[in-house]
């Protein structure tokens, strides 16, 4: 551990569900560790550990820093505060070390810096999110991000970068590149699939389907929703695709399409801002957002194309899974990390 470096707790939600950020979480704390950091993983409830990943990540629990937060984000309705502060007087009021450092995700709202005295970086990973838990029209006396107690914030696209730095021009903001997972690999073998990810406008990707299903099965096409998969289920489905179509909107960054191309597949879709710095029209068709029509031709024509010479769409896959590897890869996330860990920590 490095000589004199506090205790740093990832504060993360307990989801059994594939979520990217929560993936980041947890990679961010292994990180930390592998590099002298002493980090550890905080969920609320004992036991607890995402599991439709690979992980040995440390973990502790502090139900008591996630009731402060339940009480400060029902302030306005007294039922569930005199609910919460029954609750408080019930199991461990244990919090962290004062001398400890806590990374929020962006999710958890404008009152964070009020929970305890430690000092705090925020993980932003999607800047459409910040304000989320904000009240509505009403103004904030004092945002996290202007906050002496924070020390800085990690942001993973130059759109959350602009987005953040033209709102809070006096905060410390650190951009990183995350780097795709190694599970996800180039194949050239690709099959006439369509994957997708359901969770995302579904609406839009319904009428996809609906409009093309017909035509595309008489072509030998087949859609594949991606749904409640771990991270090997998601890379092998991407790995045999020749297709993947993004429904992303409002990401900071958008981790399903930059997957899809580590593992060779032709991109179609929404960049959903955070991702127009990978959308690069030589190996992907960015489409413009909510326009259905425009995205059903573009489908079509790359599938038409496949089947007349596949070695034209496998080449731009090719492409693409060699901008992820050079731009997104593992050292360079790890790289930035510590870089802004130890600019922030002084270390």
Request: aromatic share 12%; glycine share 4%.
């Amino acid at each position: 551990m490095k000589k004199n470096s506090p205790k740093i707790y990832v504060v993360c939600p307990e989801e059994k569900c594939p979520v990217g950020g929560v993936k980041q979480l947890y990679r961010l704390v292994d990180i930390l560790n592998r590099n002298d950091y002493n980090a550890s993983i905080i969920h609320k409830n004992k036991g607890f550990r995402v599991n439709w990943f690979e992980n040995n990540t440390p973990i502790e629990y502090f139900p008591a820093l996630f009731k402060k937060m339940d009480r400060l984000n029902s302030k306005k309705n007294w039922k569930n505060k005199l609910k919460h502060t029954i609750k408080s007087k019930l199991g461990s009021k244990k919090l962290p070390e004062n001398d400890s450092i806590l990374v929020f995700p962006e999710v958890y709202g404008p009152f964070i810096h009020t929970l305890v005295t430690n000092q705090l970086i925020i993980f932003n990973q999607n800047c459409y999110y910040t304000f989320n838990r904000f009240p509505n029209y009403e103004s904030v006396k004092e945002s996290p991000y202007e906050s002496k107690k924070v020390i800085g914030t990690l942001v993973v696209s130059d759109d959350s970068y602009q987005y953040l730095k033209y709102t809070y021009q006096a905060a410390n903001i650190y951009r990183i590149h995350l780097g795709i997972s190694e599970t996800f690999t180039f194949s050239e073998e690709k099959e006439k699939t369509i994957a997708f990810m359901p969770r995302k406008l579904s609406e839009d990707s319904s009428q996809i389907f609906h409009i093309l299903n017909k035509k595309l099965t008489n072509l030998g096409w087949k859609f594949i929703g991606i749904n409640n998969k771990s991270e090997k289920e998601v890379a092998e489905i991407l790995r045999k695709s020749a297709i993947f179509l993004s429904f992303n909107y409002n990401e900071g960054f958008g981790l399903p399409p930059a997957e899809a191309m580590k593992s060779g597949c032709y991109v179609i879709g929404y960049a959903g801002n955070g991702g127009k710095e990978y959308f690069k029209e030589e190996f992907s068709s960015r489409i413009l957002d909510r326009d259905i029509i425009s995205f059903a031709k573009e489908l079509e024509k790359t599938c038409l194309t496949f089947n007349e010479s596949p070695h034209l769409i496998i080449n731009k896959g090719r492409k693409a899974h060699q901008f992820i590897t050079e731009n997104y890869n593992l050292r360079k996330e790890e790289n930035d990390i510590i870089t802004a860990f130890n600019a922030m920590i002084k270390k």
